[in-house]
């Protein structure tokens, strides 16, 4: 099992930014596929991004159309730590936002599916867009 801890949510203006992180710990070798999946009250969970460890320093990444050109995934490895920037905001990304981790044999199964079906995920932070 790996454990997640997101910090960083908070309430900003429209086209307003934030940074959130996850910081991973316990079987981490186990993790080379993680990411962020977010759910608003009434909505289905939404994968956001996702984020495969190629090697030490290279990743490869999913984005949902949604948060495209607004939304960076990055890892450091070297921290346990994945971030999620998220910039240009509106009030349509408030939600409650997730830090997903699981184990794909290759980055073709690290996709947004997976992120929102990963095996570990944290308790959540919330993120709240005013207009």
């Known amino acids: 099992l790996v454990q997640l801890v997101e910090s960083g949510g908070g309430s900003v203006q429209a086209g307003g930014s934030l940074t959130l992180s996850c910081a991973a710990s316990?079987?981490?070798?186990?993790?080379?596929?993680m990411g962020w999946w977010r759910q608003a009250p009434g909505n289905e969970p939404e994968g956001v991004a996702s984020i495969y460890s190629l090697s030490r320093e290279t990743y490869d990444t999913n984005y949902a159309d949604s948060v495209k050109g607004r939304f960076t995934v990055s890892r450091d490895n070297s921290k346990n730590t994945v971030y999620l920037q998220l910039s240009s905001l509106k009030p349509e990304d408030t939600a409650v936002y997730y830090c997903?981790?699981?184990?794909?044999?290759?980055?073709?199964?690290?996709?947004?599916?997976?992120?929102?079906?990963?095996?570990?995920w944290g308790q959540g932070t919330q993120v709240t867009v005013s207009s």
């Open positions: 316990g079987n981490t070798d186990a993790a080379n596929c």
């Open positions: 997903a981790a699981d184990r794909s044999p290759s980055s073709k199964y690290c996709t947004l599916r997976t992120v929102v079906s990963a095996r570990d």
